[in-house]
């Protein structure tokens, strides 16, 4: 079996990020943002860590106030600042982020439910293979798969 390796990003700053989620303690790092395409520094409040393989937290930005999804490989600095405020979060929202979003991607348009048809053979691998929210039902020649009511995806910020 071949595990996907963590990189030297992954390995080093997630016992940060870990720590500003369970001592509340607000988030400083330098992050590269693919939709920016530049790096610079933000705040953050950290409420979720999803590990390796492409290893993510959750976080209320400083700078928007909203929830969102960091990649920890594109992080490149990482420390808590106990100067800047912790944003507490509501257990329901964060809910409500993760369901709608898809392995840490989440847009800004409108939630919609996508359907689509997957043919035999490959529907086989597919079927074992979906995100736990998505529903597949065995069709002639195939399967039909309903992902659930997720936001047109983009990277995460």
């Known amino acids: 079996m071949v595990s996907p390796e963590v990189t030297a990003r992954e390995a080093q700053f997630p ?13 400083r790092f330098r992050y590269y943002s693919a939709s920016r395409g530049s790096e610079d520094t933000r705040y953050a409040s950290v409420h979720r860590v999803t ?3 492409r290893a993510s ?12 999804s960091f990649r920890v490989e594109n992080v490149s600095e990482a420390k808590l600042d106990p100067r800047e405020a912790f ?3 509501d257990q329901a929202a964060l ?9 840490g991607f989440h847009g ?10 997957v043919s035999d053979p490959d529907a ?20 039909t ?7 047109q995806l983009s990277d995460p910020q």
Do not use: Y
């Not at 800004?108 to 048809?117: L, R, V």
């Open 108 to 117: 800004s348009g409108a939630a919609t439910k996508e359907i689509f048809f």
């Open 15 to 27: 016992p940060v990020i870990e720590d500003a989620a369970t001592q509340k303690v607000a988030l």
């Open 145 to 151: 798969a309903r992902a659930g009511s997720h936001r």
């Open 124 to 143: 086989r691998w597919v079927a074992r293979n979906l995100p736990d929210e998505t529903q597949a039902e065995p069709v002639p020649g195939g399967l």
């Open 95 to 103: 809910a409500a982020r993760e369901r709608a979003s898809l392995d």
């Open 87 to 89: 944003r507490p979060a």
């Open 51 to 53: 590990p390796s393989p």
């Open 57 to 68: 937290f959750l976080a209320t930005c400083h700078r928007t106030g909203e929830l969102k």
